[in-house]
C-alpha cells in the first residue's frame, strides 16, 4: 500500500508540473501539429482472466471469475494523433502484473473444488505495446467552440503485442515455468511450446472531460483478446511425470513439485491421472483493466477555437 501511494504522489506531482509547463508553453503558440496530436499517462488495476482461482461454481468469462485480492496496479503512457476530432489512433506502452491462485477459490462445495485440490498458483510481468483507433461519436453533436467542457465519450480497438513470463513461489523463491514443460509442452506430440511474446487485440470504451483546452481527464475500461491459454501454464492436461526425467535434473525436479501441488494440502488427494483434466483449452486467457488518463492535446490553447468550427477541421 505505501509503494501505491509514493506512485500517486510521484504521478500528483508530475500532472502538477506538467500542467504549469503546458499553461507557459501553450501561450507561446509552438508549433507541434495544431492541435492534432496529444501526449498523456494512466494508471489503474489491470484484472487476470484465466484458470486458476476464481469464484464458486464453474469457470466464467469476465467479471465473475477476478480475484480481486491479488489485482496489481497498472502503468501506462501513450500519444494520440488525430486525423480528424471524431477520429484519433492511439500508440500506447503498458506495463502490470497478472496474478492466479487456487487457494483464492472460496470452498462452497461445487465445482470450484477441483481447483482448491488443484493447488496452482502464478505471477507474471506484462508489458505490453499496441496501436488502437479511438471514435468519438458526439463530436458531431457538440457546438464547435473549443474543447474545454467537452465530455466526449468513445469505444477503441486496435491489436498489439505483449510479453509475459509466468512464475511460481517454491520453497520461496519465484521460479519460471515455461522451462519445466509442467503440462509436456514440447515433450508430448499434441503439446507444442508456448511464446513469452503473444498477439493481443485491445478493445474497450471510455471518456474524457478537458478541463482547460489543453488539458483532459478520462477513464477506460480496456480489454485483451489473447491467443494464448498459457498465460499462467495451465491449460490442457496432466502429463505423466515420467517425462519431466528428459529434462536437466535440476528442471525435472521442480516439474514434478509443481505440475500438481494437491499434495501439499492436508487430506490431500492422490496425484492425478496421466491426461486427467488440468485447464480449460476451450477459453484462451484474458485481462483488461480500469484506467485513469490524464492527457495533454499539443498546441490547442491558441487554436482550438479556429479548429472546432467543423466535425473534420483540417
Request: charged share 25%; net charge positive.
Amino acid at each position: 500500500m505505501r509503494n501505491y501511494l509514493l506512485s500517486a504522489v510521484r504521478i500528483f506531482v508530475l500532472i502538477l508540473s506538467l500542467n504549469l509547463f503546458s499553461s507557459r508553453t501553450f501561450s507561446q503558440s509552438i508549433t507541434t501539429g495544431n492541435g492534432k496530436f496529444e501526449v498523456g499517462l494512466g494508471f489503474g488495476p489491470m484484472f487476470f482472466l484465466g484458470d486458476l482461482g476464481g469464484s464458486a461454481g464453474l469457470g466464467k468469462d469476465f467479471v465473475k471469475d477476478v480475484d480481486f485480492p491479488l489485482t496489481k496496479f497498472s502503468k501506462m503512457i501513450y500519444v494520440n494523433y488525430y486525423a480528424a476530432e471524431w477520429l484519433g489512433f492511439r500508440l500506447a506502452l503498458n506495463h502490470g502484473v497478472l496474478e492466479g491462485n487456487d487457494a483464492e477459490a472460496p470452498n462452497k462445495g461445487g465445482h470450484e473444488v477441483a481447483r482448491i485440490q488443484r493447488n496452482l498458483s502464478f505471477r507474471s510481468s506484462v508489458l505490453e505495446g499496441y496501436l488502437a483507433a479511438e471514435i468519438y461519436p458526439t463530436v458531431f453533436f457538440e457546438r464547435y467552440d473549443g474543447l474545454k467542457g467537452k465530455f466526449r465519450p468513445y469505444g477503441l480497438v486496435g491489436i498489439g503485442a505483449y510479453k509475459f513470463n509466468p512464475k511460481t513461489k517454491l520453497n520461496g523463491q519465484w521460479v519460471e515455468l515455461k522451462p519445466l514443460r509442467t503440462e509436456g509442452q514440447g515433450l508430448v506430440d499434441d503439446k507444442s511450446e508456448y511464446k513469452l511474446t503473444q498477439a493481443e487485440i485491445p478493445m474497450g470504451i471510455g471518456f474524457k472531460y478537458y478541463i482547460k483546452e489543453n488539458m483532459y481527464v478520462g477513464m477506460e475500461v480496456l480489454h485483451r483478446k489473447l491467443f494464448t491459454d498459457y498465460v499462467d501454464d495451465v491449460s490442457t492436461t496432466y502429463p505423466d511425470p515420467i517425462i519431466f526425467n528428459s529434462l536437466p535434473a535440476a528442471d525435472g525436479a521442480k516439474a514434478r513439485q509443481l505440475f500438481f501441488r494437491g499434495d501439499e494440502l492436508p487430506g490431500a488427494r492422490s496425484t492425478p491421472q496421466v491426461n486427467e483434466q488440468r485447464g480449460d483449452p476451450s477459453d484462451n486467457d484474458a485481462f483488461f483493466s480500469t484506467i485513469l488518463r490524464f492527457g495533454w492535446r499539443l498546441n490547442t490553447y491558441d487554436n482550438a477555437r479556429r479548429q472546432m468550427r467543423c466535425p473534420v477541421f483540417y
